[in-house]
Nanobody, 127 residues
Framework: QLQLVESGGGLVQPGGSLRLSCRAS????????IGWFRQAPGKEREGVSC????????NYADSVKGRFTISRDNAWNTVYLQMDSLKAEDTGVYYC????????????????????WGQGTQVTVSS
C-alpha cells in the first residue's frame, strides 16, 4: 500500500529553522514527482516547493524562495524540505504529495495534480 509520512514539524521562533521529511513506503518512487504543500487555517492549500523525479528541476513559491530548499534521496525514498528564516506566515499544516504522471524534468506545484498525499505535519512559527 502506497503511503507517505511527513515528520519534522513543530514550534519554532521567527527566524528559526526546521527540516521536514517525507518518507514513502509501499512503492519505489524513483519516477514520482514530489511536492510540498501547506494549508493555513481558513486558507486554501498552496504549493510551497516541488521537485522532479530526476531531482534536476525544482520550483518554489515566491514567498519561500531563498529561504526553503527541497531535496530528495531516492535511495531512502525520502524528500526533505529545509526551511530557514521562518516567518509567522509560514505557519500551517505541511503536506507532501507524490504522483507518477510527470516527466523527468517536471516539478509541478499544483495540488490537484497529485494523487497521493501524506497526513501532514504542523509547523507553527511564533514567539
Amino acid at each position: 500500500q502506497l503511503q507517505l509520512v511527513e515528520s519534522g514539524g513543530g514550534l519554532v521562533q521567527p527566524g528559526g529553522s526546521l527540516r521536514l521529511s517525507c518518507r514513502a513506503s509501499g512503492f519505489t518512487w524513483d519516477y514520482y514527482g514530489i511536492g510540498w504543500f501547506r494549508q493555513a487555517p481558513g486558507k486554501e492549500r498552496e504549493g510551497v516547493s516541488c521537485i522532479s523525479y530526476s531531482g534536476g528541476t525544482t520550483n518554489y513559491a515566491d514567498s519561500v524562495k531563498g529561504r526553503f530548499t527541497i531535496s530528495r534521496d531516492n535511495a531512502w525514498n525520502t524528500v526533505y524540505l529545509q526551511m530557514d528564516s521562518l516567518k509567522a506566515e509560514d505557519t500551517g499544516v505541511y503536506y507532501c504529495a507524490a504522483d507518477s504522471k510527470f516527466r523527468s524534468v517536471q516539478a509541478v506545484c499544483v495540488p490537484r495534480e497529485y494523487r497521493y498525499w501524506g497526513q501532514g505535519t504542523q509547523v507553527t512559527v511564533s514567539s
